[in-house]
């Protein structure tokens, strides 16, 4: 009964937890990244807002890469979300 009510502590914890992670995430996607708000992120758009950051063209087409799961050279947000 112990272990039960700990299971229910921890999800309900938890769970919470990991909406403010997407909801960040979403905020990084809209605010940051998806520059002319077509609900997608172009490698025109990934590599220049990482150029801001200071970080290499090369990095950042690594990057882009991964995260476009599909490999249709846009980065969804469901794409952008599933990605660590
Ligand atoms: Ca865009
Ligand atoms: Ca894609």
């Given at each position: 009964m112990k272990?039960?009510?700990?299971?229910?502590?921890?999800?309900?914890?938890?769970?919470?937890?990991?909406?403010?992670a997407n909801d960040a995430k979403i905020k990084r996607f809209k605010k940051s990244f998806d520059q002319n708000s077509d609900g997608v992120i172009s490698l025109d758009e990934y590599v220049a807002v990482r150029a801001k950051w200071g970080k290499s063209e090369d990095e950042s087409q690594k990057f882009f890469k991964y995260h476009d799961k599909n490999k249709d050279g846009g980065i969804t947000l469901e794409e952008f979300l599933a990605s660590k």
């Open positions: 272990n039960i009510l700990l299971s229910i502590l921890i999800i309900s914890f938890l769970a919470p937890m990991g909406l403010f």
